[in-house]
């Protein structure tokens, strides 16, 4: 493999993750009545306001893409919000599939170091 290239893993997990990143926006902000019925201890506007996690984890993979190492400090934010939100309201299942999607992210991430360093320059 070319040490210029993005690791295979880190395509397919940021693709994974972009698609299901898109989904918690969908259902964040369009289908939020279900999320309520779900977790009634979230409110409307609660609701409303962390749609904004899963968009700016978005933009930040879709900036890892390209190479961006700036995206490394966004996602390790996101990763320590969404946990905090997790353990807070007892979502333990999404705190379980965020931790591994984190570590394998962070893995793929150090595996494509060259990648990032390409794009620094």
Not at 2 to 29: C, E, M, P, T, W
Not at 80 to 104: K, M, R, T
Not at 109 to 121: A, D, G, I, T, V
Request: some cysteine; glycine content about 2%; overall charge positive.
């Amino acid at each position: 493999m070319d040490k210029q290239k993005r690791h295979i893993g880190l395509s397919i997990l940021i693709v994974l993750l972009i698609l299901s990143n898109s989904f918690g926006a969908y259902k964040l902000a369009i289908d939020s009545e279900k999320f309520i019925a779900v977790y009634p201890s979230f409110s409307v506007t609660q609701i409303k306001a962390l749609v904004i996690i899963p968009i700016v984890t978005i933009i930040s993979l879709v900036a890892m893409w390209f190479g961006k190492s700036w995206t490394i400090v966004i996602t390790i934010i996101m990763f320590a919000i969404v946990i905090f939100l997790d353990v807070y309201f007892n979502v333990w299942y999404h705190a379980l599939l965020a931790s591994v999607s984190f570590i394998l992210l962070m893995y793929f991430c150090w595996k494509s170091k060259n990648h990032f360093l390409r794009h620094q320059k």
